[in-house]
């Protein structure tokens, strides 16, 4: 594994110059964020946290707390750190923004997440189509407290590295199943669905979309079905899938997947809007607005 690299380079962003590790890395130069970026990150936690409340799952708010994530200011990357040295072990880096693959998953399976250290303008609240730091941060982070899903964290970045040595094909079932979990996971809690999958938490529209719409498909989890599900990237999924808990998640992608990878080989992927035989559908979505193609 490559060790977190120490050759310090300059490079010159719209926050004047900040200090680049070889491969990307920065520091968060919290001290020349504007009063903007603090309000842009306050109105958008504020209006998350009031929305989230009876829809993410319980872990989401209770470790955000636990780690001292507020809306007052941008949170220091060196403060959640501490916090994250003592449960699980895991760090936050600070990155410009989208590493190569192979160097996400090598961070994962040594338990440090890439964080974009800058966040969006006051313009793009609602959407934007690259991740910042309020995805990243208040998306992805407070989960990395939960013992079981941190775990999953570090065995999806060894998992990652494997399948990178295995082949293209690999790499997209892998990468299915992360879009699926990590990014737009559902799980059961209270006898209802909530929201575990980062992309959905730091949406609000699509908070309120993926568990109220009639829209999109609800179905229970299964490794090889999602493994071979296209999805969106363009607009909200047409598909969620369902966990029961994290230790079933973990169960789950336990075993060795190079089998797997081989019998998927070859096989249809299944359109992102697509019910299949097996499926165990929770709820099956009646399609209203899907957009015809543009599945990846
Ligand atoms: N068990 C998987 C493998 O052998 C690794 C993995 C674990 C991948 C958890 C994703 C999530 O490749
Ligand atoms: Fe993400």
Same mark, same amino acid.
């Given at each position: ?49 009031? +929305? /989230? ?8 708010? $209770?470790?955000?707390? %636990?780690? !001292?994530?507020? &809306?007052?200011? =941008? ?67 407070? +989960? /990395? ?8 964290? $570090?065995?999806?970045? %060894?998992? !990652?590295?494997? &399948?990178?040595? =295995? ?130």
């Amino acid at each position: 594994m490559a060790a977190t690299p120490k050759r310090v380079e300059h490079q010159l962003t719209d926050k004047g110059y900040v200090p680049v590790y070889a491969t990307g890395i920065v520091e968060q130069p919290w001290n020349d964020y504007s009063e903007t970026d603090h309000a842009v990150w306050a109105q958008l936690f504020a209006r998350q946290n009031e +929305l /989230l409340v009876g829809r993410a799952c319980d872990e989401f708010l $209770a470790n955000q707390r %636990r780690m !001292g994530m507020t &809306a007052e200011r =941008i949170p220091k990357f060196s403060e959640l750190n501490a916090a994250l040295a003592r449960t699980t072990g895991w760090e936050i880096i600070g990155v410009e923004g989208l590493l190569p693959e192979l160097d996400f998953f090598e961070h994962l399976a040594n338990r440090r997440f890439p964080v974009t250290w800058w966040i969006r303008t006051p313009e793009q609240l609602d959407y934007l189509s690259e991740p910042d730091l309020f995805h990243d941060l208040y998306g992805h982070v407070p +989960l /990395l407290m939960e013992p079981v899903f941190a775990d999953y964290m $570090a065995a999806y970045g %060894r998992g !990652g590295v494997k &399948a990178h040595g =295995i082949g293209p094909e690999a790499l997209t079932n892998l990468t299915r199943l992360y879009w699926y979990t990590v990014e737009f996971g559902l799980i059961r809690q209270h006898g209802d669905l909530r929201i575990y999958g980062a992309g959905v938490l730091s949406s609000k529209t699509e908070s309120i979309y993926s568990l109220e719409s009639a829209a999109p498909h609800r179905i229970g989890f299964d490794l090889e079905r999602v493994m071979r599900a296209q999805y969106r990237i363009d607009t909200f999924q047409k598909t969620y899938f369902v966990i029961d808990g994290f230790a079933e998640l973990m169960a789950a992608t336990e075993p060795d997947f190079t089998p797997i990878y081989a019998r998927l080989a070859g096989r249809p992927p299944i359109p992102a809007g697509e019910v299949g035989e097996g499926d165990a559908v929770i709820q099956r979505g009646t399609g209203e607005g899907f957009a015809e193609g543009g599945d990846v």
